[in-house]
């Protein structure tokens, strides 16, 4: 079997079907998407911030229902979970503060009624959050080994269980930390006296790092996956406290692994490394929306990428 594997949607159902088209993608009489030798693979994030969430989960759902694709749970599939489910105390596990809610309205709008929120909700719920074979490992965000393994004990398979949700969203707990690696990333925090301002105005104490790169001799500002303004950069180039490079990097041994989150802007997509590849190109941002064609290589090549 031979993949595509595709990078995060945020409802932007057009680009979904020209990739789908330009990667030889046709319709059955059923109306879903099929390729007769490929089987495609989302790696999360269907939904927020683009206008056509609905259109893009019918159409996700219909091909992971008909064998063609297989779809993986981001971290917007699973705040909009905790969004619409209330915890022990009565309140939402995810607050509907003002932030949470701009960023889940395009959603809503799209969605219409509640009949197709609640039947897409439960879809959610039975994804998993990650999948490896015998060639190469997708997830969302982070492929930490020892994160996996944590998830694994906890739930027995790759998939969150509905009455460990709230345990996901609790501080301190295990199952917390580990869906938030997957999902979101490792993050590094500052030194105490550090901060700087993100692209919305919010204050920040911690980056979001790159897991797959060696933190030994960088500053923060090198490890960081994100761009930042000239402010917040120069905040940033101050030197990781050797306490903190403990962290291993992804090994260059390990099988291929393709992941998406991280909102790269490059003009082209590229490697993060010889077996490490970022599928998200901030389509939501007027940027692409890529895919990687695997074959079975045992190291990537840039030329297997396509893009919208």
Partial sequence: ????????????????????????????????????????????????????????????RAMQENGSAIALMGNHEYNAICFHTKGSSGDYLRPRTNQNIKQHCATLH????????????????????FYENEYFRVIHACWDAEQIEVFKHKTGGNQLKMEQLE?????????????????????????????????????????????????????????????????????????????MQAVLPYPTSEKPVFFGHYWLSEESPKLQNQNVCCLDYSIAKKGKLVAY????????????????
């Fill in 1 to 60: 079997m031979k993949y595509d594997i595709i990078g995060d949607i945020h409802g932007h159902v057009n680009d979904l079907l020209a990739l789908l088209k330009k990667m030889g993608y046709g319709q059955s009489e059923r109306g879903c998407f099929y390729h007769p030798d490929r089987q495609a693979i989302f790696v999360g994030d269907y939904i927020d911030r683009g206008k056509h969430s609905k259109e893009v989960v019918q159409l996700v």
């Fill in 110 to 129: 799209s969605f219409e009624d509640d009949a197709f929120l609640n039947e897409s909700l439960d879809w959610f719920k039975q994804l998993p959050l």
């Fill in 167 to 243: 345990a996901s969203t609790t501080k301190g707990d295990d199952l917390y930390e580990a869906v938030e690696i997957l999902l979101k990333g490792r993050e590094l925090k500052l030194p105490a006296e550090h901060s700087f301002q993100d692209g919305d105005g919010h204050v920040r104490n911690q980056v979001r790092v790159k897991w797959w790169e060696n933190p030994e001799g960088k500053t923060y500002l090198e490890y960081a996956v994100n761009q930042f303004e000239p402010a917040a950069a120069e905040q940033l180039k101050i030197p990781i406290p050797p306490y």
């Fill in 293 to 308: 064609r695997y074959d079975g290589e045992k190291e990537l090549e840039e030329g297997k990428f396509c893009w919208v």
